[in-house]
């Protein structure tokens, strides 16, 4: 791990690392991102820019400057993960196949522990449900949420519907559970976590039922640090 | 310990009159009486307290129980004149105190526990240290001042002896206390995590210092003529800390191996936990290590194994029998520690030290703390904020054991030692009431983040799954290895050596944490069937929206696996043990079900140590099939992207009618004369079902479609350029609606590279992942190649077809499909693979093709789609289930 701490802002600091290799590549990074930027990515320090993109260098196997599917996917441990592909996907801004530092930077920011001042804010106003989902709808404090959800919410209509559930259900048993066994455990899901009775979890039922589970806590990652 | 009281005439020998039938035993039975009736009073004043709710609200037990005992303590010297029954050090390091840590050792939540080692062992050694000095020298700078009686003889090391001993957290008041309060985990295990561990400090640093009484129970070390040899403490300090560690453990082995065998003699199960645990403790004792440290991480690490080992009820013993232990040796210890302050003659009160020591021990741990969090927020993940820290540093409650210690000072040695008593017990008293008492106000006006304890649900056990997932693939991502590389390879250890060793074979096989999550789910709800009188059957109840697949569901698994296998016996535990209402059936189920067959997440198993006993080719037969999917994701992720034609839109659409038409006619794409073959069941009743279903399907390739735009990117792209194009020799009709969408499978069963997949299993399964790019590259490469050569030419041959596809007309299908077969089956680089696997499909049944396309879930599929009359949901399902 390098010594050097000084916290720089990251889109300075990203775009001066590209910039300097002369690989920035324009354009479209965050075009059709779903997700807006976390206010926490700011703060991210020299030291971690320069980690991961190393880590992002070593991946890009084309040398051109951004990550194509197929470098994700060259990723040994990914090819085994259920979820790999979602996940790798959850990369790629929408209608995009490839994916610069930056914007490799803002989907890791995801899975940054979250901020000293973030958590307090959270906790002074502890808002019912309403409040708070609205403000998960902002997109802005709890992107674990969001990118959890949008794992299983393909069609962006922000409800997680029966089938959307079981695909994800179905990447992540063996083959050896038949459709009706899934279909249960999806139907039961789904009941557990339906309030409106639209048999669908919507992202304020997605994140009530998850609401006693430390979602950030569970969701992040120290590798920015 | 005397015999137990016998009321009956039992004229003894020494008997003075031997005709009398009552006689007075007063004297041989007066110690366990006496321990009987307090006991008896402490429990009694319990339920009192908790007569009201109010009360016990707002105040805690523990403040209670002390406020009792100094009346009763009040009363016993008024009627006896002199203070009797203390708080006996032996007592309470003998008998009080072990079930308290046996109990806290046993039930720590051990992840979150082992999440927070850094932490809590930061606390409970930096900070202890670091209270214990500065709270000595501050309180010696008093003295030197002369700001104390003069009666004070003490000098520096007395000072900081005293300083150790009541700076030291204590975990029967944190627990007592913090049970209450219901702060956050993490806060908690904090606290009282390190209120547990700083015992090494104190028995570690303390005894051997401090002249002690009773050297050659407590600290056999002691004999500690040499008290401020610096050196000697710390090593005494690691060798008492680690030592008691390494007997805990070595106990905590013993234990599990012992449970393992017990399987005929049931009944002294929980007897084998209570014994061995409590031989830590003395062991502990005897070679003077840290016994609160034996017992809490025999606690601890023998759990795991003792918990899969016994049987149910011994659980339910051991938990119960635990829980009553230690809560009755709370009840006496506080109740006592009431007592033992109205004994006057050992007090000798010094205002100045009393407020300075109440004055410093909070400064300075509040100090700590602040200067500790700070250092260890650099490296938490979940830094502990500010309001965290005030709990912290007001949550250190001093207790019975720093009161036990001070009585067991020696006199001799210590000339001060009854000042230090009493403000020892000032000081236990002041923390445990009024620090207990507004701590939680103070808790609830930080709004700090409480604990809520809760039943795991199916939700949030198949999304925290999905977490792990996208950790791990988050981590695989950034290349990083931290905590969990490390946790990783504990329980891979862990997995491969300690739980063969200690576990039954058959526990072993049960032990998983689903299991655990489904195994509680049960209980509970079994339990709270019976508790309803079993008639929770309610019309409501049983109107769930999963009631339609009830029956399939409850005969999925185990249970039908058994009956098709011709046992009418059943060997599903759960059905065995409970009674359970239907709902709890299916929840058992369904745990059962995912239990069996959700992919662990990587992290869980490193493949570098994929060999495992139990099942060796479990993990590489998941990470087969893992790779198998995500490899046809890909390859049809890929297909779309690299053409853009084969929108997922089309994709969709061209997928079911693929279906539709191969359940018509999909045999005619085998060139090799397997047409005939088609004619007799096309008429028949496939066909028909096909056409049932027609209308479902369409809607089903609605909402796949929506479905699709996420799973493949370019959704959007391609939908304009499906738009753009529109004409009907568009290659949007893509590679063939037959052949690419069965292409996965038959792709994954038949494209060469799939052939050495024997290989390529023990490629990605055994040891090296690292192989596995490699492989996989190749792999890609060819099915590229392959993709590549299937999906452009035929394109436009097979346009005009696409039209005819979408009219629901049947009669042309067959026809069409069976021209356009054999064009694309000629392109097809693989045909006789093709041939070869829908002969021995057709083999099987007539519509076999349609379920290789439709894998992998042909088992489950198999009688609905003989079924004409089958949900539509269950084919949008199959459909659907083709693309994952």
């Known amino acids: 791990m390098t010594s050097e701490a000084g916290a720089c802002p ?186 409106d009775g639209d048999s669908a979890i919507s992202f304020a039922e997605f994140v009530k039922v998850l609401e006693k589970v430390d979602v950030e806590q569970k969701m992040s990652i120290r590798f920015l640090h | 310990m005397q015999p137990p009281a016998s009321p009956a005439a039992s004229p003894g020998p020494g008997a003075p009159a031997g005709s009398e039938l009552l006689r007075w035993q007063w004297r041989e039975v007066q110690v366990p009486c006496l321990v009987a009736a307090w006991i008896l009073v402490a429990s009694l004043a319990k339920i009192v307290f908790h007569l009201s709710r109010k009360v016990t ?94 009666g004070v003889e003490a000098g520096l090391m007395d000072f900081l002896l005293f300083g150790s001993l009541i700076s030291a957290v204590d975990p029967v008041a944190v627990l007592a206390v913090f049970e209450e309060v219901h702060v956050n985990e993490t806060l908690f295990i904090i606290v009282f995590g390190e209120s547990l561990l700083n015992d090494a400090v104190t028995v570690g640093f303390v005894l051997p210092a401090g002249a002690v009484q009773g050297v050659q129970l407590f600290c056999g070390a002691g004999p500690s003529t040499h008290p401020c040899h610096g050196l000697c403490e710390g090593v005494s300090f690691f060798l008492v800390s680690l030592g008691g560690t390494a007997v805990g453990l070595l106990f905590a082995f013993l234990l599990a191996l012992i449970t393992r065998f017990t399987k005929r003699v049931r009944i002294i199960e929980p007897l084998f936990v209570f014994l061995l645990a409590y031989v830590a403790y003395l062991a502990a004792e005897m ?118 210690l001070v009585i067991l000072l020696d006199g001799a040695k210590v000339k001060a030692k009854d000042y230090f008593v009493a403000t020892t017990i000032v000081v236990v008293f002041f923390t445990v009431i009024v620090q207990g008492l507004t701590i939680k106000p103070l808790v609830t006006w930080l709004k700090v983040k409480r604990s809520d304890h809760h039943k795991p649900t199916l939700n ?85 929206p999963s009631m339609p697949s009830r029956t399939s569901m409850s005969e999925s698994s185990v249970t039908n696996l058994l009956r098709e296998s011709g046992s009418g016996a059943c060997l599903d535990l759960q059905v065995i043990d409970t009674v359970r209402s239907r709902r709890d059936k299916e929840d058992a189920v369904m745990h059962h079900v995912l239990r069996g067959s959700l992919y662990k997440p990587r992290r869980r198993y490193k493949a570098s140590y994929s060999r495992h006993f139990i099942s060796p080719d479990k993990q590489e037969r998941q990470d087969k099939e893992i790779f198998r999917q995500n490899m046809k994701r890909r390859l049809e992720t890929f297909k779309s992207t690299k053409h853009n034609v084969c929108s997922s839109k089309s994709k969709a659409r061209l997928k079911e009618k693929g279906r539709k038409k191969k359940g018509i006619s999909l045999t005619s794409d085998s060139p090799n004369g397997k047409t005939q073959r088609n004619v007799p069941w096309q008429e028949a009743a496939p066909v028909l079902v096909m056409v049932s279903s027609d209308e479902e399907e369409s809607n089903s390739s609605e909402t796949e479609r929506e479905d699709d735009e996420g799973i ?151 009688p609905s789609r003989i079924l004409p009359s089958m949900e539509p949901r269950w084919l949008i399902q199959f459909n659907r289930a083709s693309q994952l």
């Open chain 1, 10 to 195: 990251l889109v300075g600091g990203a775009s001066l690392c590209a910039c300097a290799r002369g690989l920035a590549h324009g354009g479209g990074a965050g075009a059709g991102w779903p997700f807006a930027e976390p206010p926490l990515l700011l703060t991210v320090s020299h030291s971690q820019i320069t980690r991961l993109y190393s880590r992002f260098t070593s991946l890009d196997k084309g040398e051109n400057g951004t990550l194509s599917r197929e470098d994700f996917q060259r990723i040994p441990e990914l090819a085994i993960n259920p979820l790999g592909d979602r996940i790798i996907n959850a990369f790629f801004p929408e209608g995009e196949d490839q994916v610069n530092f930056r914007g490799f930077m803002r989907t890791l920011a995801h899975f940054r522990p979250i901020e000293d001042n973030e958590k307090s804010k959270d906790q002074n106003g502890p808002e019912p449900l309403n409040s708070r989902s609205n403000k998960l709808h902002c997109k802005k404090y709890e992107p674990s949420y969001t990118i959890a959800f949008r794992l299983y919410d393909l069609d962006k209509d922000d409800k997680i519907s029966r089938d959307e559930l079981l695909q994800v259900l179905r990447m992540m048993v063996g083959v050896n559970i038949s459709d009706e066994q899934l279909g249960s455990i999806a139907d039961r899901t789904i009941q557990e976590a339906d309030q």
């Open chain 2, 57 to 150: 609200s707002v105040v805690p037990e523990s403040c209670l129980l002390i406020l009792l005992g100094l009346g009763l303590g009040g009363i016993v010297l008024a009627v006896a004149k002199k203070a009797e029954y203390q708080l006996e050090p032996n007592m309470f390091f003998l008998f009080l105190l072990p079930p308290i840590v046996l109990d806290s050792g046993y039930f720590m939540p051990s992840r979150l526990f082992f999440n927070n080692i850094g932490a809590i062992l930061t606390y409970a050694v930096v900070g202890t240290l670091w209270n214990s000095f500065a709270t000595g020298v501050a309180l010696w700078g008093l003295h030197q001042a002369g700001l104390m009686d003069p």
């Open chain 2, 287 to 404: 070679v003077s290590l840290s016994s609160i440290l034996a017992v809490t991480f025999c606690g601890i690490c023998c759990k795991k194994y003792v918990e899969a080992n016994i049987s149910q009820k011994s659980r339910t013993t051991v938990k119960y029998t635990m829980k009553t232990l230690a809560s009755s040796s709370e009840t006496i210890i506080f109740m006592f520690l009431g007592i033992s302050a109205v004994d006057t003659s050992k007090w000798a009160w010094d205002t100045t030290l009393v407020l300075g020591t109440l004055l410093f021990i909070l400064l300075f741990r509040a100090v700590g703390v602040v200067l500790q969090t700070c250092v260890l927020n650099r490296f938490r993940l979940i830094p502990l904020d500010r309001i965290d820290q005030v709990v912290m540093s007001y949550g250190g409650l001093r207790g019975a054991v720093a009161f036990a």
């Open chain 2, 460 to 544: 949030e056990e198949l999304h925290e799954h999905a977490f792990d997932h996208i950790l791990a693939a988050v981590e695989d991502i950034v290349g990083h290895h931290g905590y969990h590389y490390w946790r990783d390879k504990w329980e891979q250890f862990d997995k491969k050596y300690l739980s063969q060793l200690l576990m039954r074979k058959s526990a072993y096989r049960l032990r998983d944490e689903i299991w655990d999550v489904y195994y509680k789910l049960n209980i509970r709800d079994a339990i709270s069937f019976v508790d309803q009188g079993g008639h929770v059957l309610s019309a409501a109840k049983l109107s769930l």
């Open chain 2, 712 to 862: 493949v990117f370019i959704a959007r792209a391609t939908d304009e350029v499906l738009q753009g194009k529109k004409t009907p020799s568009s290659l949007d009709v893509c590679p063939s609606p037959c052949i690419i969408p069965p292409s996965p499978t038959l792709a994954e069963k038949e494209l060469p590279w799939k052939g050495d997949q024997a290989d390529l299993a023990v490629y990605v399964s055994s040891e090296t992942t690292k192989i596995v790019p490699v492989d996989m590259q190749k792999a890609w490469n060819q099915s590229i190649s392959s993709l590549e050569s299937i999906a452009s030419p035929p394109g436009i041959e097979t346009g005009p077809q696409h039209k005819r596809f979408a009219c629901p007309v049947l009669e042309e299908q067959p026809q069409s499909a069976s021209q356009a077969m054999p064009e694309q089956s000629s392109c097809f680089q693989f045909p006789s693979h093709v041939s070869k696997s829908s002969r021995s499909q057709s083999d099987s049944s007539p519509d076999g093709t349609e379920q290789q396309e439709l894998q992998p879930l042909m088992a489950a599929e198999e």
